[in-house]
């Protein structure tokens, strides 16, 4: 009986333990990201050649012209996007300090994105 009472406590203290933390980090997964930085895909170009974020922010690229695009990243700690059609759209949340290089993989003639994180 005393084995189960603490246990349960322990259980309990953990389940507290995990929620404080949670929502302390610097990041939290559990909130929707607000998007700091719009960017645009526009005639061939990005609407941004340099930004500075703070860390955990979000970009959001979105694809305003008719031929498809994609946006990868020179960091494996960067997801790349899936092929954008025309009003699709790819968030982007940089975790880490550093300096990032956005760049369309099918149109390398496009200017790159160079993302700088304080």
Not at 6 to 24: G, S
Not at 45 to 60: A, R, V, W
Not at 68 to 76: A, K, L, N, Q, W
């Amino acid at each position: 009986m005393i084995s189960k009472i603490i246990l349960l406590i322990f259980i309990l203290f953990l389940v507290l333990f995990c929620v404080k933390y949670l929502n302390n980090i610097e990041f939290n997964i559990l909130k929707k990201p607000i998007i700091k930085e719009f960017i645009y895909i526009q005639n061939k170009k990005f609407s941004e050649n340099y930004i500075i974020l703070q860390k955990g922010d979000t970009i959001e690229i979105e694809n305003l012209d008719n031929i498809r695009h994609t946006v990868v990243c020179d960091s494996s700690q960067i997801q790349n996007s899936d092929l954008l059609y025309k009003g699709d759209k790819h968030q982007i949340s940089f975790w880490f300090k550093g300096t990032y290089i956005l760049r369309s993989s099918l149109y390398p003639e496009i200017s790159d994105i160079h993302v700088l994180v304080k």
